[in-house]
């Protein structure tokens, strides 16, 4: 099994930045895709941005300019830095992975608990 463990998230004025981190551990073949989603009080949860393996980026039309994804392939650790960050961004963060623990397995999406962001104004 594989577990996600985020880091990075707390309370910042609107126009601040803040760096989210996950990091994946367990039994890991490869990690084709990590990505942040977010779920605001009574919203649905949403992709914010995702990378694959090779480094293709994938953002949320509402962070695209702002937010950048990164990831450490050798530490299966994936980064979000979010920059001119406005209240509408006050969620809960979740980290996504879709791995597979061996050659032979099918890819099975994990997620992390979550860590608040909250943005005042």
């Known amino acids: 099994q594989v577990q996600l463990v985020e880091s990075g998230g707390g309370l910042v004025q609107a126009g601040g930045s803040l760096r989210l981190s996950c990091t994946a551990s367990?039994?890991?073949?490869?990690?084709?895709?990590m990505g942040w989603y977010r779920q605001a009080p009574g919203k649905q949860r949403e992709l914010v941005a995702s990378?694959?393996?090779?480094?293709?980026?994938v953002f949320a039309d509402s962070v695209k300019g702002r937010f950048t994804i990164s990831r450490d392939n050798a530490k299966n650790t994936v980064f979000l830095q979010m920059n001119s960050l406005k209240p509408d961004d006050t969620a809960v963060y979740y980290c996504n992975a879709i791995s597979t623990a061996y050659s032979t397995s099918l890819p099975v999406p994990v997620w992390g608990q979550g860590t608040l962001v909250t943005v005042s104004s």
């Open positions: 990378i694959t393996s090779g480094g293709s980026t």
């Open positions: 367990g039994t890991i073949f490869v990690i084709h895709v």
